[in-house]
C-alpha cells in the first residue's frame, strides 16, 4: 500500500468513519471561480435536497485569488454539508485529487465549476453505478447532446480523444468531460495512484482503471459549452499530450505497478 493511499484512508478511519455515512460526495475543483460558483452551488442545491439520499458538496479552492473562498464560505451559510478545502497549489489534477481522498461518500462525482450538464443528469450516473466501477459522463456517447460548443474546439478534442485511444485507454469516447462518478473502493485507489497534476489527469485516472480491472462505463450527457472555460486550446492541449506521453513512460518503469497485497484486497 503507498504512504498516500495510507494517509487518505486513515484520515477517514482515525476520524470514526470507518463505514461511509454519506452516499454521495461531489467534488468541484475551482480556481477563480467567484463568479460561476454561486449558481452552481444554488442549482446543486436545488436539486440535491429533494434526494432521498445522504451527501455532501467538496469545494478544492487551489491557489484562488478572486474571492472563490469568500463565495463558498457565504454559500456554506444556507447550503448544509458544503466543505471548503484551501490549497496553494494550482492544477486541477492537483484539486480533485485532494478532495475525492478527502469525501467520504459511496459514490465520488467530479463536477465541473461550471456546471455544463444540468444537475437533473445526476440521477442517471447514480444509477449507472449500479453495475460499474467508473462512469464517464460522455459528449461523445449515445444519448449526449451538445450546444454552443465552436467547431475548431470540437474538433481539437476529437484529435486529442484519437490519441488517447491510440496510446491509453482504447474504447473510451470521451475522458475529458469533466463529470465522472466513481465507486469509493475505485476513487481510493486510482486518485492515491494519480500522478499528474493538470488537465491530463483524467487520462491518467481512465488508464489506471483499465490496468486495475475497474468496469468503466460511458455516459452520454447533455453537455453545455461555456466560453468562460479554463482551458487553454492551444498550450493545455500541448501539456496534456505530454502528460499523455508521461502515463506511458511511468507505466513502462513499474510506478503504476501494485503489490500483490493491493491487488488481492483492492481490485474492482
Known sequence: ????????????????????????????????????????????????????????????????TDGTEDIVREAANRIPNLDLVTLRQRGKGVASRFGALRSTGEIVFLCDADLSMPPENLARFV???????????????????????????????????????????????????GFKAFSRQAADELFDRQMITGFGF???????????????????????????TRVRAGADTLNMLGELLMIRYRDLIGRYRRTLTEGTTRAG
Request: aromatic fraction near 10%.
Open 1 to 64: 500500500m503507498s504512504i498516500r493511499f495510507s494517509v487518505a484512508y486513515n484520515w477517514r478511519t482515525l476520524s470514526g468513519q470507518s463505514s461511509s455515512p454519506t452516499f454521495l460526495s461531489i467534488v468541484i475543483p475551482a480556481l477563480n471561480e467567484a463568479g460561476r460558483l454561486p449558481s452552481t452551488l444554488e442549482r446543486l442545491h436545488q436539486y440535491l435536497s429533494c434526494q432521498d439520499y445522504t451527501w455532501e458538496i467538496i469545494v478544492v479552492s487551489n491557489g484562488s
Open 202 to 228: 483524467d487520462v491518467e485516472l481512465l488508464y489506471l482503471a483499465r490496468k486495475y480491472g475497474y468496469r468503466i462505463s460511458e455516459l452520454g450527457i447533455e453537455w453545455h459549452f461555456n466560453d468562460d
Open 127 to 177: 444509477a449507472a453505478m449500479k453495475h460499474t466501477d467508473i462512469v464517464a459522463g460522455s459528449r461523445e456517447a449515445p444519448g449526449a447532446t451538445r450546444y454552443n460548443e465552436p467547431s475548431y474546439r470540437h474538433l481539437m478534442g476529437r484529435v486529442f480523444n484519437a490519441l488517447v485511444r491510440l496510446l491509453a485507454v482504447p474504447g473510451v469516447e470521451d475522458t475529458q468531460c
